[in-house]
């Protein structure tokens, strides 16, 4: 695993000890960054689940100016911490260890938005339709932005989620992204 392109191109990543994380593979990662940007000129990201951190650090190397990292699992805060030190972002990069609605609410108070919002949640978890009705309601995404889901094949994601309207789905054996755009 590592960053693919960018100002961090070629540095190799952490991966979360044990087997509970699942890293979205670089295939998979090359793909939907050639979709919603090769490069992007500033914004935020948010990196909900944030695993390992490699949505969020892709994106911070491409020019993403600041990214929050999120997840519960001491294991992956610190694989987080240690991924941007290792590539030099850890400047742009703040990382949280909460769950992933209790941050929602926090970042809603603090009127945050986002240019890119990552949801990567383990797959057995059913908490994405929730999640999703969490950053539509909470105005999360900003307009322009994008908002991507991953998970297995065996789920299916509603088409609009109040503001949110999913216009790409792509799969890729067993992964599934959902990508989602704010309905001006």
């Known amino acids: 695993m590592r960053i693919i392109a960018g100002e961090a191109k070629g540095v190799r990543l952490r991966s979360v000890p044990g087997l509970q994380v699942r890293p979205t593979t670089d295939r998979v990662k090359e793909s939907l960054f050639q979709i919603i940007g ?59 260890r909460r769950d992933a609605r209790a941050a929602l609410r ?22 994405l339709s929730p999640i999703l009705t969490a950053i539509a309601e909470q105005d999360l995404l900003e307009t322009g932005g994008v908002m991507v889901a991953e998970h297995g ?6 088409l609009q989620v109040h503001s949110l309207v999913r216009f790409r789905n ?15």
């Open 106 to 127: 926090t970042l809603a108070r603090q009127r945050a938005r986002f240019h890119l919002i990552f949801l990567d949640p383990p797959y057995q978890e059913r908490i």
């Open 38 to 96: 090769p490069y992007f000129d500033g914004g935020k990201a948010l990196d909900l689940f944030a695993g390992s951190g490699s949505l969020g650090l892709e994106a911070l190397s491409r020019g993403a100016e600041e990214a929050i990292f999120v997840d519960r699992a001491r294991a992956s805060v610190d694989t987080v911490r240690y991924n941007l030190r290792s590539a030099g972002l850890d400047q742009r990069g703040k990382v949280f």
């Open 170 to 184: 792509l799969n890729y054996g067993d992964t599934v992204l959902d990508l989602y755009s704010r309905d001006s």
């Open 153 to 158: 094949k065996d789920r299916n994601l509603p």
